[in-house]
């Protein structure tokens, strides 16, 4: 059985501070890894990790992927109470494109 | 860019009531849509494949008797969520496959059975 697991499962931080996301993943078929942002509806795509890009950055948030030790983590930098959110580590597997989703870290970025 | 429109974002209805969810592919065809449930304070489970034109694949331990998926074009699959109980109140999101592209998904749909 595919699973995704991610820590911390909750974390509060200062406005300004910088954040680490934790995402390890025991799979078969591996096809890719993604993270996601999720406020009050469904989540927004944030980043999408493979074989053939293991590092992605956009502006204060950038992510990599370790596939030899089967992880990943998410970077949020001079963090803003606008980043509080939960965040989705998902990996991708198989021919039909399956999501298998980690159980989220609800960060809040305080003031 | 891409959307996946998903209707209702909310219902509440009577125990024993059928529903229906819709989720839609605006600008691309999708041959294959997900269908997710989430718990409060939980992460998304996925609930089915949705492939056009054929029978969908269920996850273990989802009851296929008990939430119809139907995929009839390729910018539509419907979720019905038959005979609901209060235990069936969830958030229920759908995504389109989009090929390598990440999926896509809709705004969820909030489920509250009385």
């Known amino acids: 059985e595919d699973k995704v697991v991610q820590s911390p499962l909750s974390l509060v931080v200062h406005e300004g501070d910088t954040v680490t996301l934790n995402c390890s993943y025991e799979?078969?078929?591996?096809?890719?890894l993604l993270w996601y942002k999720q406020e009050k509806k469904a989540p927004t795509f944030l980043f999408m990790l493979?074989?053939?890009?293991i590092e992605k950055k956009s502006g204060r948030l950038s992510s990599i992927l370790d596939k030899k030790e089967l992880s990943s983590i998410l970077n949020i930098t001079a963090t803003q109470t606008g980043d509080s959110a939960i965040y989705l580590c998902?990996?991708?597997?198989?021919?039909?494109?399956?999501?298998?989703f980690g159980t989220g870290t609800r960060l809040q970025v305080t003031l | 860019g891409a959307v996946v429109s998903q209707h209702p974002s909310w219902v509440i209805c009577k125990s024993g009531t059928s529903v229906k969810i819709e989720c839609r592919s605006l600008?691309?065809?999708?041959?294959?849509m997900f269908w997710y449930r989430q718990f409060p304070k939980q992460s998304l489970m996925l609930m089915a494949t949705?492939?056009?034109?054929?029978?969908?694949?269920?996850e273990q331990g989802v009851e296929k008797d008990k939430f119809l998926i139907n995929h009839a074009s390729l910018t539509l699959s419907t979720l019905t969520v038959t005979s609901a109980h209060p235990e069936d109140s969830s958030f229920y999101i759908c995504?389109?496959?989009?090929?390598?592209?990440?999926?896509?998904f809709g705004d969820g749909t909030r489920l509250s059975i009385l």
């Open positions: 995504s389109a496959d989009r090929g390598n592209q990440p999926q896509h």
């Open positions: 799979v078969t078929n591996f096809r890719s």
């Open positions: 493979t074989s053939s890009g």
């Open positions: 998902a990996v991708e597997t198989g021919t039909a494109s399956k999501l298998t």
């Open positions: 600008d691309f065809q999708a041959t294959t």
């Open positions: 949705s492939n056009e034109g054929s029978k969908a694949t269920y």
